[in-house]
């Protein structure tokens, strides 16, 4: 009976050293001297900015029925809505119907937008047009859900972006997630590696996510040893113990006989 008590307290306090806590999994942490959270410094929000390969769409706008019958217009609202997207070329431009090759590289979506309004103005005084980024998605891989997610809104910090994949398991290494973003003139893409866990996050260089970003969260090298939850925990010790009990009965039973 002895020795099971000390097996007993050996695997209990092992066990508990193997849950998931949060210190390991909790998200805006103040850093102290015990989880020695990093500081990021807080940066300016930059707006994305059209790369070569992006692909763009928009729709444009007019009251004259001439122009839009030639756009192929068919509603009556007189709109036309394009569904084809367009690539931005290796020199930066976009061919588009009816227009000279508009140079969009380095702009905003805001840029762009008037920058074709007013191109179309040139041929159609009420123009008006909206544009949009058609590729406005990030991908998630690694010890989340893994697949790609359309952005649905301008400024979407990290934390979104997890949140729409069901966030990090809990074996993710929260400590090491990196971002994986593209740069311009076909240089090295920028790695970016991050602690979630720090409040410091918010509004670092770390918090927005931008279109073709790749989200990879590694797993930890001890998650095969962790227990998942303090419900699973207490399953495995009961479990154990049963076990251990029939076992030891089992040996004093045949070293009865």
Do not use: W
């Not at 809505?81 to 979506?109: C, I, W």
């Not at 930890?220 to 009965?249: D, E, H, M, R």
């Amino acid at each position: 009976m002895k020795v099971m008590k000390l097996i007993v307290t050996g695997l209990v306090a092992i066990l508990m050293c193997s849950c998931y806590s949060h210190r390991v999994i909790g998200y805006l942490q103040e850093p102290t001297k015990q989880n020695k959270l990093p500081q990021y410094d807080s940066v300016a929000y930059e707006p994305y900015r059209i790369r070569v390969n992006d692909e763009i769409i928009y729709r444009l706008v007019t009251m004259d029925e001439t122009m839009s019958k030639m756009l192929g217009a068919n509603n009556v609202s007189n709109s036309t809505q394009y569904a084809n997207s367009y690539r931005v070329q290796s020199d930066g431009t976009v061919d588009l119907p009816f227009l000279k090759p508009l140079h969009m590289a380095g702009l905003t979506e805001v840029e762009a937008q008037n920058l074709l309004r007013d191109a179309f103005r040139e041929i159609i005084p009420d123009a008006d047009v909206k544009l949009a980024l058609y590729n406005k998605y990030f991908s998630v891989i690694g010890d989340a859900n893994a697949g790609r997610y359309y952005i649905y809104k301008e400024k979407m910090n990290i934390f979104q972006a997890l949140a729409m994949t069901g966030d990090v398991m809990n074996s993710g290494d929260r400590r090491h997630v990196r971002i994986i973003r593209p740069k311009d003139n076909g240089q090295e893409p920028e790695v970016l590696e991050f602690d979630i866990r720090t409040n410091s996050i918010i509004d670092s260089k770390y918090y927005y996510v931008y279109p073709n970003d790749v989200i990879y969260v590694a797993r930890t090298k001890n998650s095969f040893y962790t227990v998942p939850s303090y419900a699973g925990f207490i399953g495995l010790v009961t479990s154990s113990v049963a076990l251990l009990t029939t076992v030891l009965n089992y040996v004093a039973n045949i070293a009865y006989k």
